[in-house]
Structures are given as structure tokens and as C-alpha cells.
């Protein structure tokens, strides 16, 4: 069974020890073992990079071996054309993710280029949300067969 990819942009890998307030105190092995107890029997390739070649080198990965990709694509979401190309080359479905309501936040948050890509949009869940997304995920892929 191919796996479902979560990948996560950069400073992620500080998540639950920097701004409580916003991002909630959940660190990201937590997220990760929260993603494959939802999952189940359904692979999980998980993965966190402060690099925007190896996150498109990732969403490539995923071209060839994944099921579906969910994204917590970080600040490159309203800077990277590069990694919406990339995406725009997956054919599978693209869920696009944030902890916090990017549009409750300033202006610049506001537009996504993933969201161009994405299938479906969940933002302001909290990184507990992860699991909604994988929930959302199997649904999605069980539809396709
Ligand atoms: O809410 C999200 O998940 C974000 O994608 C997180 C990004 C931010 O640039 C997006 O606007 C929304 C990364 C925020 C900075 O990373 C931190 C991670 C953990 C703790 C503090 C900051």
C-alpha cells in the first residue's frame, strides 16, 4: 500500500517550544506518532525540512511512491511558486495545512500559492488537527477506488 506523505516546512521542527500561544505545546514527534495511530494499517511517510530544495525534492518523491500528500508547507505556502509546480505534478490528493488561522493573522498570511494545488484547505485546528487531516486524507484516497 503506498504511503500517505506528511511534510512539514521550515522551524516546524521547533514546534511545541516556541510561541505556545499560537502553535499549542504538541511537538512534532508527537504530531508524528498521532499521524500513524490515525492512519492505521496505511503507511506514513513523514518527514520536516527548514529547506525548500528538500521539500520539493520530497513532493517528488511522493510524484513516484506516494498515495497522497498532506502539507504544512510553512512560510514557503506565500513565497514558493517552485513548490507549487511540484505539487501541481502529484496526482494524487493534496491536503493543505496549518496549525493556526492564517487568515486571522496579518495580511501577508493571507495568500497561499499551495492553496492553488491543494484539494482541500484545513487551517486554526491546532497541531492536533494533523490527525482530522489524516482522517480527511484516508477518506479521500478510499473515494478514488
Ligand atoms: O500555522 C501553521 O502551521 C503555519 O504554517 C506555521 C508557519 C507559519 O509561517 C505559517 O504562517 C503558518 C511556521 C511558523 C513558525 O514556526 C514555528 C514553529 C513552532 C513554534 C514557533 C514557530
Redesign the pocket.
Known amino acids: 500500500m503506498k504511503p500517505i506523505y506528511v511534510l512539514n516546512g521550515p ?2 521542527n ?2 511545541g ?3 505556545p500561544s499560537i ?1 499549542g505545546t504538541t511537538t512534532l514527534a508527537e504530531v508524528e506518532q498521532i499521524c500513524r495511530a490515525t492512519a492505521g494499517d496505511r503507511p506514513i511517510t513523514f518527514h520536516q525540512t527548514n529547506s525548500e530544495e528538500k521539500l520539493i525534492d520530497l513532493v517528488h518523491e511522493a510524484i513516484d511512491e506516494g498515495a497522497g500528500i498532506i502539507i ?1 508547507p ?2 514557503f ?1 506565500f513565497t514558493s511558486l517552485a513548490l507549487l509546480d511540484a505539487l501541481k505534478m502529484f496526482e494524487g490528493p493534496v491536503i493543505e495545512f ?3 488561522n ?1 487568515h486571522k493573522r496579518e495580511p501577508i ?1 493571507h495568500r497561499s500559492y499551495v492553496s492553488m494545488r491543494a484539494d482541500a484547505v484545513m487551517a486554526g485546528l491546532g497541531a492536533r488537527g494533523y490527525a482530522t487531516a489524516v482522517t480527511a486524507m484516508l477518506a479521500m484516497l478510499a473515494e478514488r477506488i
Open positions: 522551524n516546524l521547533r514546534l517550544k516556541r510561541e502553535y504544512n510553512a512560510a505556502t496549518h496549525i493556526s492564517i498570511y
